[in-house]
């Protein structure tokens, strides 16, 4: 068998599969079909684009499961999370990059890399031999789709994912809009005021859903069916949950103070934050929708201080292809009905930047290995990347089975410790030290001798 690792999808979890790899002396291709061919989402041909959000959410290693896989992966030597360290920009306790400069430099990493060579064409059909990653993301290509149902016998899953929109920072009213994160956090001046909000009334509010629920929304095509991810609800989706489903989630108005108006308490909030770092781009943060773009516009100039808002980009919505990973990989993140072939990312049924990537990390040491005809460790299920390949290839009910965001749900639990909400810190705290050892230790084990 050819000993060419070649990884279709140069998204979060290739990119990161192909560092991991070619890290180990393996040759690897990346199998990128943009841009010849186009998606809805994307703007570019870069690896690693970031198509919706710029956050890789919290970075808090101690109290945070995705914070705790932002540091194993670190460990580990990620080319994901030292690019992002490399174009941070202000979000508070949250991990916030500069998309273009972030997916440039991801890309001219791999392409200094003397082993890495990216072919651009799309792959359709399921090869019978060779090694091969398939990292294709939620925007997998109809005709490898098609492959995917025809190989495993099961009808495709699918779930929507919605875009948020971007806001022109010039076009914002300063003078209504303040800067400030959540409760203050961030330990410099500049991360304490990572985020532009603007407040709403209740009659603001109340007008704001009417617009938001009367608004004319995208139609599915024939055959599809929404079933969103409950992490990235379209706003619309939430408001017609409840009136005040917002109010208690993105628009909620706790940790806020308003500098204009510190006596007048918000009774809700719209939060944008930073998506370049000249700072002249922010996203508006939970405001996925479906809506027609004429209508978001509408709906968005409605918000205090966004009146005369103009718009980089507006949402959007596309489908996001993912397998039942339960019943169809193995440990080893292989196709059990044919094991030359892994998955890695948000194909196999994990949600985010950062867990996509982290299943690319272990995909492309675990082909390393078996290329090479080393002996990899069992991945330790009490680490973050444990816990999350240990419930998309088993732990998860497969008749249920939904894409997952890593949580501390998904951890073993840890006697002695207390349970419920006020024993939560110090629970939290316990979790994140275990992992962190039994990760060290599975790093540790890799290492060849020289």
């Known amino acids: 068998m050819d000993k060419t690792l070649h990884i279709v999808g140069g998204g ?3 990119s990161e599969a192909a560092w991991q790899a070619a890290r180990q002396g393996v040759d690897v291709v990346i199998h990128e079909m943009r841009p010849k061919v186009e998606t809805f989402a994307h703007r570019t041909g870069n690896l690693a684009e970031m198509v919706c959000s ?9 109290q945070n499961a995705v914070g705790l896989l932002h540091w194993e992966m670190r460990q580990a030597d990620s080319l994901i999370m030292h690019t992002a360290a490399e174009h941070r920009l202000p979000a508070g306790g949250a991990l916030a990059v500069d998309r273009d400069p ?19 064409e799309e792959i359709t059909e399921l090869p019978s031999d060779g090694h091969w990653i398939f990292a294709t993301g939620p925007l997998t290509s109809g005709a490898l789709g098609k492959a995917l149902q025809q190989q495993t016998g099961a009808e495709a899953l699918a779930f929507f994912d919605a875009i948020a929109p971007i806001v022109y920072f010039d076009t914002i009213d300063m003078d209504v809009a303040w800067l400030q994160s959540r409760y203050d956090k961030g330990e410099t001046e500049e991360e304490q005021k990572a985020y532009i909000n603007c407040p709403m009334t209740k009659e603001q509010y109340e007008g704001f859903i009417d617009a938001l ?10 055959g599809e069916t929404a079933g969103y991810f409950d992490g990235c609800l379209p706003i619309e989706v939430m408001a017609e949950r409840g009136r005040e489903t917002l109010r208690h989630g993105p628009m909620k108005p706790i940790g806020l103070t308003n500098p204009h108006n510190p006596e007048q308490k918000a009774y809700a909030v719209v939060q944008l934050r930073r998506d370049n770092a000249l700072g002249t781009l922010y996203n508006i943060v939970g405001f996925q929708t479906k809506m027609k773009y004429g209508a978001q516009t509408e709906v ?26 339960p019943t169809l990989l193995d440990a080893q993140m292989r196709l059990r009905a044919r094991p030359n072939l892994r998955f890695a990312g948000q194909i196999t049924g994990v949600e985010g930047y950062v867990e996509s990537a982290s299943m690319g990390l272990l995909a492309g040491r675990m082909a390393a290995a078996e290329i090479l005809g080393r002996e ?11 816990a999350l390949i240990h419930h998309i290839t088993g732990g998860a009910e497969a008749k249920t089975f939904q894409p997952m965001n890593v949580n501390f ?28 050892t039994v990760w060290q230790e599975w790093l540790a084990a890799q290492e060849v001798p020289a």
């Open 12 to 14: 979060m979890a290739g």
């Open 54 to 62: 710029n956050s890789f959410r919290s970075d808090d290693h101690e």
């Open 102 to 120: 972030f997916s440039e430099t991801v890309t001219a990493r791999l392409r200094a890399l003397p082993n890495v060579r990216v072919s651009y």
């Open 213 to 222: 629920l009367a608004a004319e929304k995208t139609e599915f095509h024939e």
């Open 300 to 325: 968005f100039r409605r918000i205090p201080g966004l009146e005369n808002a103009s718009f980089a980009r507006l949402g959007g919505i596309h489908r996001n292809t993912f397998l039942n990973s």
């Open 376 to 386: 990899l460790p069992a991945v330790p299920q009490d680490s973050a990347h444990g």
């Open 409 to 436: 749900g998904l951890f073993r639990p840890l006697e002695g410790l207390r349970g419920g909400r006020r024993g939560r810190k110090e629970r939290y705290k316990g979790y994140t030290d275990r992992a962190k």
